[in-house]
């Protein structure tokens, strides 16, 4: 168990020293909410569904909890050609033990991040329903976190080097959160888009942000919480399954 | 003698290049050990299997009477290592290093901070404790890394070219503390280095590795005198060649400039 907690308090404490890393990822959600959110808030307006920066905000703090996540999880590239990951290898702890740990802090440092993204959007102009579902919400915020920090793992354990993380971004990441229904409503959408944003374990992350914040949602939070957890666990477990294989 | 590192028939394959080719040996609990060869001969591939970082392609490592393989946990609490290339965790200060070194080998609180003031003085560092290592030269980085693995008294200690860069201030310090550790508690020390004389000096036994084998080994007198020369570092060259070898750069050095990059 200390173990596992001095792994994780590793990531805390990493994340806490960045501060340009803090700050240079919330410029991106910023821009976001202020763009799209005041540029095409009198549109969606006209179409009758209200504001959009409420609408947009729990969206946005979807896409900076999985770009956070995400980004901690392949953090184990650095580590693997720093050196570091060899003094974790060599310790005597097991292989899931370390991947649990590392999970654990780079999911908490993810949800951190989504709930300064949460403050920042009151100061735009988002304004919340009610605030009765924030412990929910922040459990949804951990959820979500945790399975993104798994897939990082997962896709870090198959790599060698930073070189295909650009490839990372472009194909994963980018599809990941322009499919997820962070900038849309579901409803309505065609066909192909609505088959697609439903393959998107990130739908569900956002749709239940949105069910805890705007009282909005489209699959209904049991249907979130059930898909989320059963992804969560699918991508932990080969997230560990390829960690273990990792030689150096 | 107890043999506590045995090694049989060791390979180890990359795609077609066999990196460490058919090796045996064994060392001794309570021995000073050098492994000794030129760059690429294979040294560090040994030693990553036999500290189960790497799987070997054929043959069998025993340290201390437990398979690397089949019992990773067992043969890790046996060991310490220095590796070659740096292994700290550069935004942790130095004292969080130790800490978490420490906590990962389950070394009890109280003991745990006993060590660590008392390696980190040994080393110079207390004073230094509270900085990130990031903000280390590199001879500091050195030092902290072999405080570090001695931390929490391995009965073997691997220690991977530890003195490279290293003032000969440190060098002998560094040596004279392993000596002590070596006679008090009789931990086992598995060395690699360039530096011959630093080998002649410490060493009880030698093994020299060349393009993956195991070209000879004894005492330093006896390899002297197999070769009919004075010097150990003659001795060397005579059984390893003239021939400077080249290694390849690695994808970690065009990381390190990406990563110079990267943070602002």
């Known amino acids: 168990m200390k173990k596992i907690y001095i792994l994780w308090l590793r990531q805390i404490k990493r994340y806490l020293r960045s501060k340009s890393r803090i700050v240079g990822s919330l410029a991106q959600p910023l821009l976001f909410l202020l763009a799209l959110g005041y540029g095409l808030g009198g549109v969606f307006q006209q179409a009758g569904q209200g504001s959009y920066i409420n609408f947009l905000t729990p969206g946005i703090i979807g896409m900076s909890i999985i770009f956070t996540a995400i980004f901690t999880g392949i953090e184990i590239i ?7 990951l060899k003094e974790m290898m060599v310790a005597p702890m097991s292989r899931l033990n370390i991947m649990i740990g590392r999970t654990l802090g780079g999911a908490t440092v993810a949800t951190i991040q989504g709930l300064i993204v949460l403050a920042i959007s009151l100061l735009v102009g988002f304004r919340p329903d009610h605030w009765s579902g924030l412990p929910l919400l922040v459990l949804f915020m951990f959820l979500v976190a945790l399975l993104f920090t798994a897939l990082g793992t997962m896709i870090a354990s198959l790599l060698n080097d930073m070189q295909g993380f650009q490839l990372i971004m472009n194909f994963l990441v980018m599809p990941l959160f322009f499919l997820s229904g962070a900038l849309f409503p579901l409803d309505n959408l065609p066909r192909a888009l609505a088959i697609v944003t ?16 705007i009282s909005a949602g489209h699959y209904g939070l049991g249907a979130d919480l059930l898909v989320l957890s059963t992804v969560t666990v699918g991508f932990l477990w080969l997230g560990s399954y390829f960690f273990k294989k990792i030689q150096i | 003698m107890n043999q506590i590192i045995e090694v049989k028939n060791l390979t180890k394959k990359f795609d077609d290049f066999v990196a460490v080719n058919d090796v045996s040996f ?22 990553k299997m036999l500290t189960t970082l790497l799987h070997p392609t054929r043959g069998t490592v025993t340290l201390d009477g437990h398979d690397p393989v089949r019992q990773p946990d067992l043969v890790r609490r046996t060991f310490g290592i220095v590796f070659q290339d740096p292994s700290l965790d550069d935004e942790l200060t130095a004292w969080e290093n130790m800490e978490f070194h420490g906590v990962l080998y389950d070394v009890p609180d109280k003991l745990r901070w006993e060590r660590i003031l008392q390696l980190l003085k040994f080393v ?13 030269s590199g001879g500091m980085k050195r030092r902290l890394e072999i405080a570090r693995g001695l931390l929490h008294h391995p009965k073997i200690i691997f220690l991977d070219e530890p003195t490279l860069g290293l003032d000969p201030q440190t060098r002998n310090h560094m040596w004279a503390y392993l000596k002590e550790l070596n006679k008090n508690e009789g931990t086992t020390v598995f060395f690699t280095t360039h530096y011959m004389e630093e080998a002649d000096r410490i060493a009880q036994r030698i093994a020299i590795i ?20 004075s010097s150990l570092e003659e001795a060397f060259l005579a059984l ?18 990406m990563r110079r990059v990267w943070r602002r």
């Open chain 1, 78 to 84: 650095w580590d693997r050609q720093f050196g570091f």
């Open chain 1, 198 to 213: 439903r393959l998107d374990p990130l739908s569900y992350g956002i749709d239940a942000f949105r069910i805890l914040l």
């Open chain 2, 240 to 257: 390893t060649g003239e021939t400077i070898r080249e290694e390849a750069a690695t994808s970690t050095d065009h990381l390190r400039t």
């Open chain 2, 210 to 229: 060349d393009h993956g084998k195991i070209i000879a080994s004894g005492t330093s007198a006896e390899l002297k005198q197999q070769t009919a020369t």
């Open chain 2, 124 to 136: 110079d560092l207390w004073d230094r404790r509270k900085s990130l290592v990031k903000e280390f």
């Open chain 2, 26 to 47: 064994s060392v001794n609990e309570g021995e000073i050990f050098a492994f000794l060869g030129p760059n690429g001969a294979g040294k560090s591939t040994t030693i």
